[in-house]
């Protein structure tokens, strides 16, 4: 046996050692975990429309325990308390029209919130949210009713719980992926609880298309039912591009929506009775209530 | 946050690791170039010479290699899908070639012709041993045999 000295192998001849790049490896595996990601969210998305229209009212109830303390701030002072009932009256009467069947008719709640923002919200448990800045934009009880109708709206078609569920879905899975406290679930948390639970294009026209229908029950005109869209898109800075971007229509595209719905349906347009002195009245207190416009929100 | 935290750290390990892979490559492959004359093998008992044996002794070698960030996030993410761990492989054999460096340098040291019977332990420091709950995962790698000196 004879020592034959031989020099080692060069770097790239090294066999122990994989030759592919590192970061080749990197995005593969990265690109397969996003995969698998969007496959397990789409499943568990597909599985929340799928249990939502299934759901025992009463499980939904339950679910809506989670607001009781914003629902409880909203209730609390007596004027934002007659606010709701008055608008509590409107809303029965939405529900009356769409409803002819009382043994069929849920049991929706209203609810006034002092709070400068423009906004109205679907919550689960059949509540309606309505935020005293939407009521101090207000001229008209046709505009109104169409607002309380769109929310009426979701709540029929479930499209909070659909919200809620895809939260929940994008809360889970970010905690399983990141631990608890990070961001990603900080934000999917934060959305759960400041109810900023965004609809899709989609439902949002299907929930107009809800309020002009009752609009124009009540009324029989569409009168007012585009106003409330018109003074947001005149507000709205962002530029109309943008909105294909975002889950929510840009409101001028609303508009055209609506006025296209309009049209088609050939409804007449009439004009608007103005707010009723009692609402208005609430409104006005409930302000002073509240002077400095903070919001109870976090 | 902890994600940008995470990205940050991933960036790093990505270009230390792979400057100190490098540098660490070429430094191997000069010395083992230059250890070519001192013949290291695992035979049981020194080939067939002539010469008689002056002394044998025990010599080894350890080093001990860290896992960037880098590496451990693509390991990890390997151990979702299974496969080949082909970050870590660089670093086992970068480990296991230092070792040995470092037990040829003890053996020339002491005046040795040749290592016979060579060994190879590798154990993982750190990463769920060694009293370590969470630590970053390095390896150490111990090699050892016996240099043989002949008599002139």
Redesign the interface.
């Known amino acids: ?1 004879v ?1 034959v ?4 192998p ?2 790239t001849e ?1 066999v ?3 030759p ?1 790049h ?2 080749h ?2 995005l593969i ?2 690109g ?2 996003a995969g ?1 990601l969007f496959l397990v969210w789409l499943l568990l998305g597909l599985a929340v429309d799928w249990i939502v229209p299934n759901l025992d009212p009463r499980a939904e109830s339950q679910l809506a325990t989670i607001y009781r303390p914003l629902l409880e701030v909203g209730d609390a002072s007596p004027t934002t308390q007659t606010g709701s009932r008055a608008l509590q009256i409107e809303l029965d009467q939405l529900l009356a029209l769409q409803f002819p069947d009382k043994a069929k008719r849920p049991a929706y709640f209203v609810h006034l919130h002092s709070d400068e923002d423009v906004n109205a919200l679907a919550l689960p448990g059949g509540h309606i949210l309505v935020l005293s800045g939407l009521l101090a934009q207000a001229e008209s009880e046709n505009e109104l009713l169409f607002v309380l109708g769109h929310e009426l709206g979701h709540l029929i078609h479930r499209d909070h719980l659909r919200g809620l569920g895809r939260s929940l879905v994008m809360y889970t899975l970010a905690n399983a992926l ?2 608890n ?4 679930s900080g934000m999917a948390e934060n959305s759960l609880r400041n109810l900023q639970l965004s609809f899709s294009r989609g439902q949002e026209s299907a929930a107009d298309q809800l309020g002009l229908a009752l609009l124009v029950k009540k009324y029989g005109h569409a009168g007012g039912a585009t106003v409330f869209f018109e003074r947001l898109a005149k507000q709205e800075k962002s530029p109309r591009f943008l909105s294909y971007l975002t889950t929510h229509p840009h409101p001028q595209e609303r508009v055209e929506q609506l006025q296209a719905l309009i049209q088609a349906q050939a409804y007449a347009i009439k004009p608007t009775q103005p707010l009723s002195k009692a609402l208005k009245a609430n409104l006005a207190a409930s302000q002073e209530h509240n002077p400095d416009g903070q919001s109870e929100k976090d | 946050m902890e994600l940008l935290i995470l990205a940050i750290m991933v960036t790093i390990g990505y270009f230390a690791g792979s400057h100190a892979e490098k540098t660490h490559y070429a430094s191997i492959i000069e010395r083992e170039k230059a250890f070519t004359k001192l013949p290291t093998t695992n035979l049981k008992h020194p080939p067939q010479d002539p010469r008689e044996v002056e002394w044998a002794q025990l010599v080894n070698g350890n080093a001990v290699m860290a896992v960037d960030y880098f590496k451990l996030f693509v390991a990890s993410l390997r151990n979702m899908f299974g496969g080949r761990m082909s970050a870590y492989e660089s670093v086992i054999d970068r480990a296991r070639r230092e070792a040995t460096l470092r037990m040829q340098e003890m053996a020339r040291k002491q005046g040795a012709d040749m290592i016979i019977n060579l060994r190879i332990e590798t154990a993982s420091i750190g990463g769920g041993t060694a009293g370590q709950k969470n630590g970053l995962p390095s390896i150490e790698a111990m090699v050892y045999g016996t240099a043989v000196r002949y008599r002139r």
Not at chain 1, 5 to 8: G, L, S
Not at chain 1, 181 to 184: A, G, K, L
């Open positions: 046996m020592f000295p031989k020099e080692p060069a770097a090294n122990n050692v994989s592919n590192p970061l490896e990197f595996l990265l397969g975990l698998v990141f631990g406290q990070n961001f990603v």
